[in-house]
DNA sequence: CTCGAAGACTTTAGCACTAAACTTAGAAGG
DNA sequence: CCTTCTAAGTTTAGTGCTAAAGTCTTCGAG
């Protein structure tokens, strides 16, 4: 399952036919549930393989793309260190010495150390980060808009507002509310 | 918007503040699109970590669980061959190999040649394979149920009926319907 | 002022994956 | 038969990740 980070994919059975398959395996199964899940977790891979597919015609790749989204949203100067990208990306630190060794090779972004506490360093978006991030933003919202094409404005906020919730529940789950939730990341 | 599959995660700023941001940043952005697609993006990465911690108290990896699911959807006898196993998990042959190693070493599954047409090998669940895959599954609905604890009926209704029709539009997407999707995967 | 400790990366070792080359069994043609 | 082709797995090389150890700056206590 992930980032997603599980990311299996392209040729499974028909959701219907696996969700009666599971029900023959395990009775206790409620089907609308696992619907649910289910469609949840093949939507999402299936959506990553789209986004990887178009950013890579920009020549960059998904895990670059998210270091691009990441400094874009903390704002101008667009500048943040190289923990904090780790953090807000769920990376090890390690892992993002070696992307910002790669993007600041292909000059998407620069890394310098900071003069005011030289232990610190900066990692800052280049211009030409940031034209590469706005053309894969409108690739994206393009293809966003198409997926979302077959549904009603009153739908999509629907659609919205009910996986708000369960983010909520996920996020924030409320202690001594049931349990199970509490402890989830 | 990532996943998988791609699967960044923890420390990310408030979703409302996200689709804030995004729309300071780039004015074309419709936030009741945005908001469908990066709460799927973040629910499916969370459900995965939460994933990942319950089937690893049962001493067995998610990826590890995939495969045991998929042997299970197979049905009886539960047996498949590795390159089927890993077209359907998404992966290349050359990574089946090794996870069946692993999972053959553990006594979760066994690797055997087929007798009739020695070229192929039968991939098998083992008693073990299959408890620890109802095991697994048993803690996997009760996180389903209590993640979906707060909708109604109804809404669990709505919710997979609009995620199957946007499943549906990604997985078989019509030619000649406006374009865009059709070359996906 | 100097020593010790903490913080912020970077480096090293090891694992899981992909792409591509290789191996071997069965099938097809002459 | 014997050659060639094809299919199914495995092996090799290289990438990107995690965990843990290492380095270097800064800060605080004596």
Redesign the pocket.
């Known amino acids: 399952m992930s980032e997603s980070t599980e990311e299996p994919g392209p040729s499974e059975p028909s959701l219907d036919e696996q969700i009666a398959a599971y029900q023959r395996e395990f009775r206790d199964l409620d089907p609308q549930v696992e619907q649910v899940v289910s469609a949840l977790g093949r939507l999402n891979r299936r959506m990553n393989v789209a986004y990887g597919r178009q950013v890579a015609a920009l020549g960059i790749?998904n895990?670059e793309w998210e270091v691009l989204k990441t400094l874009v949203l903390s704002g101008a100067p667009y500048r943040l260190?190289?923990?904090?990208l780790a953090k807000r990306l769920?990376?090890?630190?390690?892992?993002?010495?070696?992307?910002?060794d790669?993007m600041a090779g292909e000059g998407l972004v620069t890394?310098d150390r900071d003069e005011?506490?030289?232990?610190?360093?900066i990692v800052e978006l280049t211009d030409e980060g940031r034209t590469k991030w706005l053309e894969a933003m409108r690739m994206a919202s393009d293809f966003e808009e198409d997926l979302l094409q077959d549904l009603s404005g009153d739908e999509r906020g629907v659609l919205g507002e009910l996986l708000v919730r369960l983010l909520r529940r996920v996020e924030h789950a409320q202690p001594d509310a049931g349990g199970r939730l509490t402890d989830l990341d």
Chains 1, 2 share one sequence.
């Open positions: 790749s895990a260190g190289p923990g904090e769920g990376l090890t630190p390690a892992a993002m010495t070696h992307r910002i790669r890394r005011n506490n030289r232990v610190r360093v």
